[in-house]
């Protein structure tokens, strides 16, 4: 485990997250971006947060998202990861030959930590959207980002409501301690 890991909660920022598949593998296919992005949802819903942006990309996610009413952000990245790789096992385990039925439950689906970067002004919220939105393009994925269908970026460019709702009107607040004091403790 790393050290000198320090998660920062209840500062009131918005936190840009981003995790990736078990040793950056492409794992997340076309359905099963479908599949978390539905997950996402059912726990934005549980646990109170509101999502700025996301995409989904085929071995990581990135997700800009205010700190959630229950629990932390590692709560839910824990409860998002687990979540989704369960309802993947579950299928691979049940779809495998009799052979493979005792391997199901030494796959990984994710790695063990996430990234956690403080947006601590509407500045570095605009530049975090930006890099998620660009993030298919830079990849090669697709030649503009409304092409990628496993991002927001089409609910900023044309107000397209996706799988998950996003709201852009509470965290325009950038609520909390000046960055000063968040620095300082």
Known sequence: MPRNLHRRYDTGHLHFITSSCYRRRAFLTPKRCDLFLQILEQVRRRYHFIVVGYVVMPEHFH???????????S???????????????RS??????QGELW?????????RR????????????????R????????????????????????FY?????????IDTKK???MRGPRPADVVSR
């Open 103 to 111: 391997e199901c439950d030494r796959v990984h689906v994710w790695q």
């Open 157 to 165: 460019a044309f107000g397209e409501p996706g799988p998950v709702f």
């Open 114 to 129: 996430f990234y956690d970067f403080m947006a601590l002004s509407e500045k570095k919220k605009i530049e975090k959207l």
């Open 171 to 173: 965290p325009a607040e």
């Open 63 to 73: 997700l800009l998202i205010t700190e959630p009413e229950r629990g932390t952000q």
């Open 92 to 97: 691979k385990c049940r779809n495998s030959g």
């Open 131 to 154: 890099y998620i939105h660009r993030n298919p393009v830079k990849r090669g994925l697709v030649a503009s980002p409304e092409l990628w269908q496993w991002s927001s970026f089409r």
């Open 75 to 89: 709560t839910v990245m824990q409860v998002l990861k687990q979540r989704f790789a369960r309802r993947i096992l």
